[in-house]
């Protein structure tokens, strides 16, 4: 439990004052389904680069081990490799996936292809969307805050969370990133002048931390790096993205908004991996006691800022994961009564009952995420977990959906799903079966699962494609 | 130079155009208000 002066917990007490309060009087805004699913479709510009920033932005505190443990390469890992597929996001995809005027990715794929293509798409799009890795990260938040058990915290985080999502639709899940996304870019910046006043210069860096943690690729392997830059790949099936294009006011706010992002995001990786550096650094020179690394960034926060600032750091840090949780919940949601309960199984539903509907699915989403995230104990290995699985299914039918301009068949869609995640998972659960002396799985042939997964799902397209779409002539 | 000025200047710039954001948004927010009035 950390050390905190009154005013701290009031600034904390504050922020979850000004969510219950938000969430209290958003209702009015909600008219109709448009409203509490998209925001009526009228996100501005600022609004657009807010939500997505702070959304994207869950992992904090592994950013945090990473730039502790490995230093710079933590920036070319979960920075760099993302601003390329951001940019290809951005030019290529995000005007297109506004025009098409829809709701989610299983949309897009009934679009492309046919009704079971949506529904197996939607399974991976709820399983993508769980927000265990970020209910697990909030409940660790409060605890190292508070000193409660991680329970606790998460039941907490959750119960708000609930209370403005069920009332105000999207339209709470991005006014309330709005107030996320300021108390992260602010928080996270002020640390920076802080530690090098206190610490020193680059010389303080160079003193005391081992050379590869100033080189870009910190002593990794290739395929190290590779991995995680294929991660990056995310994006393109990424729910959240495709939400927030579909919700913006026109068609040409998504690529610019994308754009704006990735130079926020720029700026606050430069800041949060040399925190991390100088959190390592400062332990090294034995100026800073850290318990362990993936809470070594609340740390040196609490080693350098005075009270009152201490607190908006600490509510900037609920705000990055809490931002990511009610997005995901609400995503997951939407999964629930958009792509299956009014698109499968009751197309004469009324738009009171999908918004019923989606006020269960608000429960649901959250509810299973809080069993997950009891049971798994890494933040880590669960995000790879459920990215891999869900990339591997997703990305090749919906990226042939966008591109490819010839006859596409919906069988391919499915088999490729399934073999994709398949492959991946089998893979996956094949290494864990083996695992070395140092405890890490062991992959066959050394290859990630995210690489054979993707690998097979575009193969069985490809060769399904062929056949069936002769067959359908 | 010392690397860590660019360093400081890159918190200030995030922390620059995190309050222009802001600016814009308040903008916007109460310009649709007046347009609904």
Not at chain 1, 34 to 63: E, M, Q
Not at chain 1, 104 to 109: K, N
Not at chain 1, 139 to 165: A, D
Not at chain 1, 436 to 448: R, T, V
Request: proline share 3%.
């Amino acid at each position: 439990m950390l050390e905190l002066a009154i005013v701290d917990y009031i600034i904390i007490i504050v922020y979850f004052v000004m969510l219950f309060t938000l969430g209290f009087f958003i209702k009015r805004k909600v008219h109709d389904l448009n409203d509490y699913f998209l925001a009526g479709r009228r996100l501005t510009l600022p609004i657009f680069v807010a939500t997505l920033v702070s959304t994207w932005y869950g992992g904090l505190l592994g950013v945090g081990e990473l730039s502790f443990n490995y230093g710079f390469v933590n920036w070319l890992t979960q920075g760099f490799f993302w601003y390329l597929v951001y940019l290809f996001f951005a030019f290529f995809l995000a005007n297109r996936i506004r025009k098409s005027n829809l709701y989610t990715i299983p949309d897009q794929l009934e679009r492309f292809y046919d009704k079971k293509s949506r529904f197996l798409g939607a399974i991976f799009n709820f399983i993508m969307v769980t927000p265990a890795p970020y209910v697990f990260s909030m409940g660790l938040i409060f605890s190292i805050i508070f000193g409660w058990e991680l329970w606790v915290g998460i039941l907490l985080g959750t119960i708000v969370i609930v209370f403005y999502t069920i009332r105000g639709g999207f339209f709470a899940d991005v006014y309330t990133d709005f107030i996320q996304f300021f108390l992260m870019m602010i928080g996270v910046a002020m640390i920076i002048p802080l530690a090098i006043q206190t610490y020193g210069g680059f010389d303080f860096l160079t003193a005391n931390l081992p050379e590869t943690h100033l080189t870009l690729t910190g002593g990794w392997s290739t395929q190290m790096i590779l991995v995680w830059g294929f991660l990056a790949f995310w994006t393109l099936a990424d729910p959240g993205f495709y939400q927030r294009c579909y919700a913006a006011k026109d068609a040409k706010i998504p690529k610019k908004g994308i754009l704006i992002s990735i130079g926020f995001w720029v700026l606050f990786d430069i800041c949060t991996t040399f925190t991390g550096m100088y959190a390592a650094a400062a332990s090294n020179a034995g100026l800073l006691t850290v318990e362990s690394a993936t809470t070594s960034y609340v740390s040196i926060a609490s080693a350098l800022l005075p009270p009152a600032l201490m607190g908006l750091f600490l509510t900037g840090l609920i705000a990055t994961v809490m931002s990511t949780v009610d997005s995901f919940t609400f995503l997951g949601a939407m999964n629930i009564s958009h792509d299956l309960y009014r698109n499968i199984f009751k197309k004469e539903a009324t738009e009171k009952q999908v918004m019923n509907m989606t006020k269960i699915g608000i429960v649901i989403t959250i509810g299973f995420a809080v069993i997950i995230s009891l049971f798994f104990d890494s933040i880590v290995t669960m995000w790879y977990t459920i990215g891999t699985i869900g990339i591997s299914a997703l990305i090749v039918p919906i990226l042939v959906g966008f591109f490819y301009k010839g006859k596409k068949s919906p069988l391919a869609s499915i088999l490729s799903m399934i073999t994709g995640s398949g492959t991946s998972l089998f893979w996956m659960i094949n290494g864990y079966l083996n695992l070395d002396s140092w405890g890490w799985p062991q992959y066959i042939g050394g290859f990630e699962p995210l690489y054979p997964g993707l690998l097979a799902s575009l193969v069985v397209f490809v060769i399904v494609n062929i056949i069936h779409t002769r067959r359908m002539k | 130079m010392d690397l860590a000025y660019l360093l400081l200047l890159d918190a200030a710039a995030l922390v620059i155009v995190t309050i222009v954001l802001t600016y814009f948004f308040f903008r916007d927010l109460l310009r649709n208000r007046k347009e609904k009035l």
